[in-house]
């Protein structure tokens, strides 16, 4: 197995990381709030592991297998780190594991940091609350997704899945499998937007939970965001 884990954390996190593909013998662990993606909270320490699973049809065949020389987790957790280091209203990391299976072929779980208060956006959406509040909350991740941009990443699958809501409406992003760091021109922050706006029609095809007026004060959100420090 292959480590990549920040050095201030590594006397806890590498024998946790370890037990990972062991069925985590010796970890008492939960499920988060809906079980997504085999994920495991890892109260003791406060973080949660993130196994790699394809999606799709790749899913029935390959599973948690993945090919290439270049591990998905190592580069997500690289991507992150830089972007948390740059002030972006991202999940902090704590470290990144892959199992070779045989050259080339492995399995990958990522640890990033758990806060127990924090929500989803549809988890949230689904709550009832009240018109001031819910209008700060959408306007907030406006902002967040500007500074996203500003700071030099488009998120890869931008949903209402990967964008916890904290305590005092902060917002933090998740999941940046794939990302990559660069200038981000004003059509792909539009293009961002109208991706966040589609996955949520998926979601919601009768916009019961968050409706266009919603949307659009995001939309105002993220005209007026701030750039990155």
């Keep these: 197995m292959r480590l990549l884990v920040r050095a201030d954390l590594r006397r806890w996190i590498v024998p946790l990381l370890q037990a990972a593909p062991e069925g985590w ?9 809906g079980g997504r993606g085999g994920a495991r909270i890892v109260p003791q320490y406060g973080v949660v ?4 699973r394809r999606g799709g049809l790749p899913a029935w065949l390959l599973h948690d297998t993945y ?4 591990p998905r987790p190592f580069r997500e957790l690289c991507v992150t780190a830089t972007l948390h280091e740059r002030g972006a209203p991202v999940i902090e990391v704590y470290g ?3 199992e070779w299976l045989v050259p080339g072929s ?5 640890a990033t940091r758990y806060s127990e208060a924090a929500h989803t956006l549809w988890e949230w959406a689904a709550t009832p609350t009240p018109t001031k509040e819910r209008v700060a909350v959408f306007a907030n991740i406006g902002k967040a997704i500007r500074r996203l941009h500003a700071c030099g990443a488009r998120h890869p699958d931008l949903n209402a899945n990967n964008i916890l809501l904290g305590p005092s409406s902060e917002v933090v992003f998740i999941d940046f499998d794939r990302a990559r760091i660069g200038h981000i021109r004003d059509r792909e922050g539009a293009a961002d937007l109208d991706r ?25 959100g993220y005209r007026e965001g701030p750039s990155c420090t």
């Design 25 to 33: 013998r010796g970890y008492t662990t939960e499920q988060p709030f």
């Design 49 to 52: 592991v993130r196994p790699y």
């Design 67 to 70: 090919f290439g020389w270049r």
């Design 96 to 98: 990144a594991a892959v």
């Design 106 to 110: 492995y399995r990958g779980w990522l």
């Design 196 to 220: 966040l706006w589609r996955s949520l029609r998926k979601l919601d095809p009768d916009s019961r939970l968050v409706t266009a007026a919603d949307f659009e004060v995001l939309r105002a």
